[in-house]
Nanobody, 117 residues
Framework: QVQLVESGGGLVQPGGSLRLSCAAS????????MAWYRQAPGKQRELVAI???????NYVESVKGRFTISRDNAKNTVYLQMTSLKPEDTAVYYC???????????WGQGTQVTVSS
């Protein structure tokens, strides 16, 4: 029922910033959580940041202090503001949404973030 559309990826130099967006649309859904994942070449997919419906936020340790997840409830859109980017942040970034009460998860199409000089 839910469609996710991501945008905002691109090429940036180390120390630069990017802002990712993910908009959710569909009929009569309720969001339990929205999150950002990433998968770097040769690496496992990891959870980067998650925001729960009640407002609780968690980040993977490697991005704390540099990334900020936020949500616009009126637009059903989640953002990931990334600052002080490092080459090791290079990955395909995917947004994911968990729907209640079923707990079903939906994925965005992915957006490439490349941090390089």
């Amino acid at each position: 029922q839910v469609q996710l559309v991501e945008s905002g990826g691109g090429l940036v130099q180390p120390g630069g910033s990017l802002r990712l967006s993910c908009a959710a649309s569909g009929n009569s859904f309720s969001i339990a959580a929205m999150a950002w994942y990433r998968q770097a070449p040769g690496k496992q997919r990891e959870l980067v940041a998650i925001i729960i419906n009640g407002g609780s936020i968690n980040y993977v340790e490697s991005v704390k202090g540099r990334f900020t997840i936020s949500r616009d409830n009126a637009k059903n859109t989640v953002y990931l503001q990334m600052t002080s980017l490092k080459p090791e942040d290079t990955a395909v970034y995917y947004c994911g949404v968990t729907i209640m009460p079923t707990g079903a998860q939906y994925w965005g199409q992915g957006t490439q973030v490349t941090v390089s000089s």
